[in-house]
């Protein structure tokens, strides 16, 4: 089984910043696209940024120049880079990894961010 684990949500002011980790572990042999999706209250959930293996990054158009997607390979980590933070941005954050054997789509159970004065 695999697992990924998202840490560094919370509460923060409008015009804040917040980092976000997910980091996957169990029985996989490698881990090749991870990505960022969120789901605002009432919405559907929308992709936020994806990241390939060798760094190719892809954004929502909204929130490029905002949003940063970065990962560690040796750590089967991915990471978001948050900035400008809006009271819109309020949301729960999920991540998502593509393992190689087995071939799957995991997901995380998902961290909230709260963008409120």
């Known amino acids: 089984q695999v697992q990924l684990v998202e840490s560094g949500g919370g509460l923060v002011q409008p015009g804040g910043s917040l980092r976000l980790s997910c980091a996957a572990s169990?029985?996989?042999?490698?881990?090749?696209?991870m990505g960022w999706y969120r789901q605002a209250p009432g919405k559907e959930r929308e992709l936020v940024a994806t990241?390939?293996?060798?760094?190719?990054?892809n954004y929502a158009d909204s929130l490029k120049g905002r949003f940063t997607i970065s990962r560690d390979n040796a750590k089967n980590t991915v990471y978001l880079q948050m900035n400008s933070l809006k009271p819109e941005d309020t949301a729960v954050y999920h991540c998502?990894?593509?393992?190689?054997?087995?071939?799957?789509?995991?997901w995380g159970q998902g961290i909230l961010v709260t963008v409120t004065s």
């Open positions: 998502n990894a593509d393992t190689l054997a087995p071939n799957r789509r995991f």
């Open positions: 990241i390939t293996r060798g760094g190719t990054t």
């Open positions: 169990g029985r996989f042999f490698r881990v090749n696209d």
